[in-house]
């Protein structure tokens, strides 16, 4: 594999068109890609482990430029080959976005910026095609919405030691079983990875990439049912690594504010608790007055000021309301809104009288 991308590195074409991110492939080179293809022994999934093993130990071959041209030659073995989507093709997928956050965590510092306007493309591509993959189990609501809802159906993920013949009751049309392992992968490497590719002062262009994907994430979080609590876990783990980074905050705050305020939101499974702690302690430290406001409305849910909010006009919605409260204080650090602590003594006695009222009532 390594002498594949040698040979490519001597008989690739010189032109390249300049608003292409890959050069274009002479006859020469794509007789290296049919050499692969036609080799018996090299199934996809070989080819696929085999690369990956050559980007493992770049000094213990000819270099980078070699790692480089074999990626080249795998990218050509992908386009020029069509195969049926089966489980090696959907891992193909994923083993070429690995592959690409590995590079990139090697990677100097790029100066040039058309090589950084490359790299960037190349990732966008990449991640959203493992971003329509992780929304294979969702469906339109209706013919003329553009919203999503989860599949009523079993979500598996797959096995490493699943047996191959598997993989043929996958079709194009349904690779949903491989939506899990998709949003698990993003959870893994989109926050770190985005933030090797764009540099500090383009932060802001990595932003709409993210909404875009993020499109195939809320749907999971919305639904609390027992057939969905692997992508609801898969989902949280994606969106509690992103929020840790502030200029992502535009892609996620307001639908994060909506799934918080959920009356389902504490229906979840408690290996989740965690992630959702961490996504709400963002939130409200990239949002400075949110805590206060929440504060606020409770406030104004027992008629002692104006809201902020204007959450729960209804009265059996204001213990929801203290309840969220408390998971706002308990996922901050330590004496972290210790200033607060008037506002939220007042919140909470005023609270306990109302709750104190209605249970004596229903006693009775």
């Known amino acids: 594999m390594a002498s594949l991308g040698e040979v490519w590195s001597r008989r690739k074409s010189k032109r390249r068109h300049k608003n292409k991110v890959l050069p274009e492939a002479s006859e020469s080179c794509l007789v290296i890609v049919d050499l692969v293809k036609s080799l018996e022994t090299l199934q996809t999934n070989t080819v696929l482990h085999l690369v990956k093993e050559v980007v493992k130990k770049p000094n213990q071959i000819k270099g980078e430029q070699t790692v480089v041209n074999l990626l080249l030659v795998f990218v050509l073995f992908v386009k020029y080959f069509h ?20 590079f990139v965590n090697r990677l100097p510092n790029l100066e040039n910026k058309k090589d950084t306007r490359d790299l960037q493309e190349v990732t966008q591509r990449i991640l959203e095609a493992v971003g329509g993959i992780a929304g294979s ?13 989860v599949k009523v159906q079993p979500q598996v993920c797959p096995e ?9 009751m996958v079709s194009s049309s ?5 939506s899990v392992q ?4 993003l959870a893994e490497i989109l ?10 002062d383009e932060k802001e262009k990595a932003v709409p990439l993210i909404s875009r994907l993020m499109y195939y994430v809320f749907p999971y979080l919305k639904n609390h049912n027992a057939y969905n609590m692997p992508s609801f876990e898969a989902g949280a783990q994606l969106l509690s690594s992103l929020s840790g980074y502030a200029y992502t905050k535009r892609a996620w705050r307001k639908e994060v504010f909506e799934l918080f305020m959920d009356p389902l939101f504490f229906t979840m499974d408690a290996s989740c608790a965690s992630r959702w702690k961490s996504i709400i302690d963002h939130l409200l430290t990239h949002e400075k007055t949110m805590f206060k406001d929440l504060m606020s409305d409770c406030m104004c849910a027992v008629g002692m000021q104006s809201s902020s909010l204007k959450l729960f006009a209804n009265a059996d919605q204001k213990p929801m309301l203290l ?18 602590l008037p506002l939220i003594q007042g919140t909470v006695l005023a609270n306990y009288s109302i709750l104190h009222y209605t249970l004596v009532a229903n006693v009775l």
């Open 323 to 340: 309840k969220r409260q408390a998971f706002a204080v308990f996922s901050g650090e330590l004496d972290q809104y210790h200033l607060y």
């Open 137 to 149: 189990s969702l469906e339109q609501t209706s013919w003329l919405s553009r919203s999503l809802e």
């Open 174 to 178: 349904a690779p949903s079983v491989y």
């Open 83 to 102: 195969f049926p989507l089966k489980k090696y093709d959907i891992q193909g997928l994923f083993l070429s976005c690995r592959i690409l956050n590995d």
């Open 191 to 200: 926050a770190p990875l985005l933030d090797m590719v764009y540099r500090s």
């Open 182 to 185: 998709a949003l698990v992968l």
């Open 160 to 168: 490493a030691d699943e047996p191959d013949d598997a993989s043929t």
